[in-house]
């Protein structure tokens, strides 16, 4: 009988102490995983403030359809806020020219401010960014030089604008038609230009509106831009 509780305290005591090495195992498995997520947490909202920051003086925030920023450090700050998310700004990538959906409207045919409206639609699942002014080629023939960038813009063309899935972005191609050996077509090519103002591939867009075949002797680009220009 003595023999016998001796083996069942031996083996209580050993299956106490596994059990006890057990516990400690697991709650120094929970307390690195703790710490791992507290420095992940800590981690996101410095990236997040950084990026907040930057996006103040350097980006813009093209906001999901239908709701797009003004173009401020406030605006684009909020847009970063509600649009992109945590550090989306930063992880995103230039848009592609098969991400976008391109469409062209004439306006002011024929009067002071004739141009062509230029919408840029994000239809990928991820932020893109676009910078700069498209590259333009007017009428059918690809051959011929981009128009170049307008005198007269505002100054900012550097800018990363973040376009959210669905988010859109504008500019403008302003056409001077003096009446006479001038050009015409209903039709235009678009890149996108880089950082490094390299030229994507080029895209065609057909001109819409009430008059969509259009006249010009020299025309030029506008940057892109979170609001529609000549939106008069």
């Excluded at 106490?16 to 997520?37: P, R």
């Excluded at 906001?63 to 998310?85: C, I, L, Q, V």
Aim: contains cysteine; proline residues 4%.
């Amino acid at each position: 009988m003595t023999t016998h509780r001796a083996r069942r305290t031996a083996r209580s005591a050993a299956l106490a102490a596994v059990t006890a090495a057990l516990t400690l195992g697991l709650t120094a498995c929970g307390g690195t995983d703790d710490s791992k997520a507290a420095g992940s947490d800590h981690t996101a909202d410095t990236a997040q403030s950084r990026t907040a920051s930057h996006d103040k003086g350097t980006t813009e925030q093209a906001n999901t359809a239908g709701d797009t920023g003004k173009g401020t450090g406030s605006a684009a700050a909020s847009g970063a806020g509600k649009a992109a998310g945590k550090g989306a700004t930063a992880a995103a990538q230039q848009c592609r020219g098969d991400e976008l959906l391109v469409t062209a409207v004439h306006r002011f045919a024929g009067q002071q401010g004739d141009h062509l409206l230029v919408t840029a639609s994000n239809q990928g699942p991820k932020p893109c960014w676009v910078t700069s002014y498209p590259a333009v080629k007017l009428g059918q023939d690809i051959d011929v030089a981009a128009l170049p960038h307008s005198k007269k813009d505002n100054p900012g063309g550097t800018k990363h604008i973040t376009l959210q899935p669905r988010g859109t972005v504008y500019s403008a191609v302003t056409l001077f038609d003096y009446g006479s050996k001038n050009h015409t077509a209903n039709s235009f090519a678009i890149a996108l230009r880089g950082a490094d103002g390299h030229v994507g591939p080029y895209y065609s867009v057909d001109v819409k509106g009430q008059k969509p075949q259009f006249t010009w002797n020299e025309a030029d680009v506008l940057n892109w831009n979170t609001e529609k220009p000549y939106n008069f």
